[in-house]
């Protein structure tokens, strides 16, 4: 069974950042694209970005230029450093495999206000 843990968000004024880490377990992780999505109040779950086991990034267009994605196979452990923040970046950020968005861990909240 796939376990994922997000950890590193918080509260941030908007323009600044924050570096989030997803610690996988349980699966081949080196073998796997990975990708984050948010879920703020009240919407739907959202794309963020993705990175496949190749290394190969894609963000949504919002938050292209802003966030960036990557991973470390040793310690098989996924980051969204995620920098010049806006309110509407706030939301729950989860990591996911990029074929099963339905099992995910309990995410990590990220507000940006001032």
């Known amino acids: 069974e796939v376990q994922l843990v997000e950890s590193g968000g918080g509260l941030v004024q908007p323009g600044g950042s924050l570096v989030l880490s997803c610690q996988a377990s349980?699966?081949?992780?080196?073998?796997?694209?990975m990708t984050w999505i948010r879920q703020a109040p009240g919407k739907g779950v959202e794309w963020v970005s993705t990175i496949t086991d190749g290394g190969s990034t894609s963000y949504a267009y919002s938050v292209k230029g802003r966030f960036t994605i990557s991973r470390d196979n040793t310690k098989n452990t996924l980051y969204l450093q995620m920098n010049s923040l806006k309110p509407e970046d706030t939301a729950v950020y989860y990591c996911?495999?990029?074929?099963?968005?339905?099992?995910r861990g309990q995410g990590t909240q990220v507000t940006v206000s001032s």
């Open positions: 996911v495999t990029a074929i099963d968005w339905g099992n």
């Open positions: 349980r699966f081949t992780f080196s073998a796997y694209a």
